[in-house]
Nanobody, 124 residues
């Protein structure tokens, strides 16, 4: 079993920055790939970014490429999402997900473990 706890969400003005954290506990073999997804009100859960245990070649959604940076600290069992140049359309609940898969997936159903989510609101 893996428990994932997100933190760092909040209210920020457009153009501002936030850093989300996802702390993992439990069976670390199931956190080989960790990802961020988000879900806006009335919308589907969409992929944001993913990173594997090695940290090499992270994957980003086109909508956040160049603005968001995903990283992880394996010693602390924590993943991060640095979000810069935030836009109102980034407003959503952001979820952390993990799986033992070695190739990141952009499909929510491919992930076995999920956090409870943290709200990010970007005002215009």
């Amino acid at each position: 079993q893996v428990q994932l706890i997100e933190s760092g969400g909040g209210l920020v003005q457009a153009g501002g920055s936030l850093r989300l954290s996802c702390a993992a506990s439990g069976r670390t073999s199931s956190t080989y790939t960790m990802s961020w997804f988000r879900q806006a009100p009335g919308g589907e859960r969409e992929f944001v970014a993913a990173i594997t245990w090695s940290g090499g070649s992270p994957v980003y959604a086109n909508s956040v490429k160049g603005r968001f940076t995903i990283s992880r600290d394996n010693a602390k069992n924590t993943m991060y999402l640095q979000m810069n140049s935030l836009k109102p359309e980034d407003t959503a609940v952001y979820y952390c997900a993990s799986d033992r898969r070695t190739v990141p997936s952009t499909t929510p159903s491919d992930y076995h473990y999920w956090g409870q989510g943290t709200q990010v609101t970007v005002s215009s």
